[in-house]
């Protein structure tokens, strides 16, 4: 067996493996473990099941350790554990309405129904960074440990804060639809979603493949492709007007393979966005509005604002532009990182054959090179 | 009984396998739907058949589409060679050899001859392969088209009628331009009569092997979740016009400066005395030279 000729490529990536695997493991600090990660740098995590697929902190934390940090490489782990395992289940569709939200502002409107909760967000804190030292930060953190204790105990009894009503607010699509403000392009019947994850989804594709590959998008794709329909030579974007920004807890059911009847197997955090399109086409319905919808994983604002934006776009644009390709086959982050780093693969057959064609152009026209240059 | 009775393919290592030191890269379930899919790609030469491509422990346009269909097709009593650029010591090559070997028990082996699977990126070996032999080919861009043609819809259409009248238009033009057709790897080949495809990129050296061969040629796209395939026996014909010939690279007087071929697909290495020629396929280019003695 000529096993031997193939050693000197193995050695090498064994000590590349060996020297990425040692620095990260033997470095001199304290050992990052999971649940720092997940309390610390939670959005990174977020970000990582939301693009990953998979919802589980844990996991995600062991990805984004295992990948220094790099957000797509962190994905791309929890992407090829999940193609190791087996479905065992479809979820049944839940109420967004189910939604316990932890924050929600309406833009559209001063008082909404329903509260305008910030929740944690530092929208609108100054970006200041803050020069502070571990000492002065290990003691805030401290007084901030025991106020939180305190106020806990102090609650403790009482009913929970905020209402059922403020925890699960109406949303404002209700109230739009009251007034008579929105084009009805609710359907009868109740398609199955497409499953991106099981059929490559092509333009021409419903719009569930569109709702679900942008959910799983990588966030800068998706922000640069909105951007790029705004100010970019692509194509025009209007700017919609926000109608919900909500992140919160949304139940995940299941039917019981016994008893046959759904129950809850646990519950994930979702961002969820409704944005609110002035219709201005001339075949458009110039006397209401339409609405785009955004949801993904964990707090990730940006990314399903970008989402319910393209959402309604490609509503709009109904397949004469190239835009709903764009989102179908270009915002994968795996896809994108991958293609663009294999570029560092050796090419030096495919280089070869385009060295020979080059001469192959000379010797076809002599004459080409006694052309001044 | 044991679950290896009830489920023999959970226990990959009887029948001259090694034992497996990594789980399974795919579930059952994929591996399947892949089988089901290369079963329409060999029904129906060179129509790109979508699948549902999963993640694989390598990234996107690193082999994960030759990698999944390797996985799909291989079993423990088989033996793989992987090579990139020709080169079985290639980093890449080794990578995908050691994933495939250690998640399915199969052998591995750099001599076609002991082989039955042989993934590779942007060669075929230079062996005559047998009808026994299954050659995958990583694609990076499985559509032959989209130099012509960039709207997905309008591909799908050209090739449901075999419209590629635009790709005929692209090579008359280059050929005035140029004098010579200029299309470097992975030239347009027409198969069955039928669907024109991409042939990964391999050289245009690599493709009258292609044509009425003995062994199955799968190729796999995981990016963009394609599977084709040329069965044997099928007819891969470049597209070219009757007066203008089909072009291999060919380099005249140069010579494998290890093993003194100048019958196989060299690659250049520069100097600035003058430039040295080498074999691509290095183990094909070992056992000559163990041949002529020298090893």
Known sequence: MGYAAARGGLDAITAAEQLVRTLRLAAPSDWLDGDQIVERLRLAVDRVMGEGGIWDEQLAAMALRQAEGDLIEAAHLLRSYRSTLPRLAYSEPVEADDLTVLRRIVPAFRNPPGPQLLGRTSDYTGRLLELIDDDRAREEADKLTAA?????????????????????????????????????????????PFDITRVPARPGAPRSARLATMARAETGALVNLWYRNILGPDGYLHEITLGEVRHGWLPVPVVHPHTGHPVEVGRVRVTEVEAIEDLDGLEEDRTRFDVGYGLCFGHNERKAIAMANLDIACDRDAGRSALEQSVL????????????????????????????????VRAARPALQEEPS | MTLADVLPEASPTPSGGVPTSLPPLLDEHAKREIRRTILTAVAVPGYQVPFGSREMPVARGWGSGGLQVTLAVVGSGDTVKVIDQGDDA???????????????????????????IIQSRHRIPEDELRSDHIVVLQVPVPEPLRGVERDQRELARMHAEADYAKMWVSLYEDKVRNGVITQTTGYPCLVDGRYVIATTPIPRWDIPRLHQAPFLTLFGAGREKRIYAVPPHTDV???TFTDVPFEVERTPGATCATCGSDRSFLVEVPAATGSRWVCSDSDWCRRRQKAQGHD
Do not use: C, W
């Open chain 1, 148 to 192: 939180r204790r305190e106020r806990v105990r102090a609650a403790a009894g009482s009913a929970p804060a905020g209402t059922r009503d403020e925890r699960r607010p109406q949303r404002l699509m209700t109230l739009l639809r009251d007034m008579d403000l929105l084009v009805d392009r609710r359907r009868d019947d109740d398609p199955e």
């Open chain 1, 329 to 360: 086959l270009t915002t994968d982050g795996l896809d994108a990182a991958g293609f663009l780093e294999h570029l560092k693969l050796p090419h030096y057959v495919t280089f070869r054959s385009m060295v020979e064609r080059k001469m192959a």
């Open chain 2, 90 to 116: 290639g980093v890449n090559a080794v990578n995908l050899r050691r994933l495939i070997t250690a998640s399915t028990g199969a052998n591995e082996s750099t001599v076609p001859e002991e082989s039955t």
């Open chain 2, 237 to 239: 014909e470049p597209l």
